[in-house]
Nanobody
Framework: QVQLVESGGGLVQAGGSLRLSCAASGLTFNYAVGWFRQAPGKEREFVAALRWIGGSSYYADSVKGRFIISRDNAKNTVYMQMNSLKPEDTAVYFC???????????????WGQGTQVTVSS
C-alpha cells in the first residue's frame, strides 16, 4: 500500500549541489523516512533519516554538514539537499520508510526504485 518515488538525480560537478525528492503515498505519520545509497560493487549504506512527526533528523558522518533532509507535509514529500558534492558521493540513492527512526537498513520496510547521482571530478 506504500509507494515511494525518488527524483532529482543527475550529473553534477564536484562542489555542486542537487536536491533529491521522495514522494510518498500510503504512509502514516508514525513512519520515518531514510535515504540510502549504493555504488557499483558496494553494499547499500545509510545516508540520512527523518522522523515525520517533529522532523528530527540524523546523518551519516560522511555527509554531515553537507546534506540536509527535510519534509513538506503539504506535498507528502521528503527532500535531501546535497551540497558540496564529492566524486565519492556517486551512487544510486534510494528513499525508504521505517516504523522506527534508525540507521539499520534491515528495519526499513518500503523502498523506492532509486535515482542516479553522478559527481564528476
Amino acid at each position: 500500500q506504500v509507494q515511494l518515488v525518488e527524483s532529482g538525480g543527475g550529473l553534477v560537478q564536484a562542489g555542486g549541489s542537487l536536491r533529491l525528492s521522495c514522494a510518498a503515498s500510503g504512509l502514516t505519520f508514525n513512519y520515518a523516512v531514510g535515504w540510502f545509497r549504493q555504488a557499483p560493487g558496494k553494499e547499500r549504506e545509510f545516508v540520512a533519516a527523518l522522523r515525520w512527526i517533529g522532523g528530527s533528523s540524523y546523518y551519516a558522518d560522511s555527509v554531515k554538514g553537507r546534506f540536509i533532509i527535510s519534509r513538506d507535509n503539504a506535498k507528502n514529500t521528503v527532500y535531501m539537499q546535497m551540497n558540496s558534492l564529492k566524486p565519492e558521493d556517486t551512487a544510486v540513492y534510494f528513499c525508504a520508510a521505517s516504523r522506527k527512526s534508525t540507521r539499520d537498513i534491515e528495519e526499513y520496510d518500503y523502498w523506492g526504485q532509486g535515482t542516479q547521482v553522478t559527481v564528476s571530478s
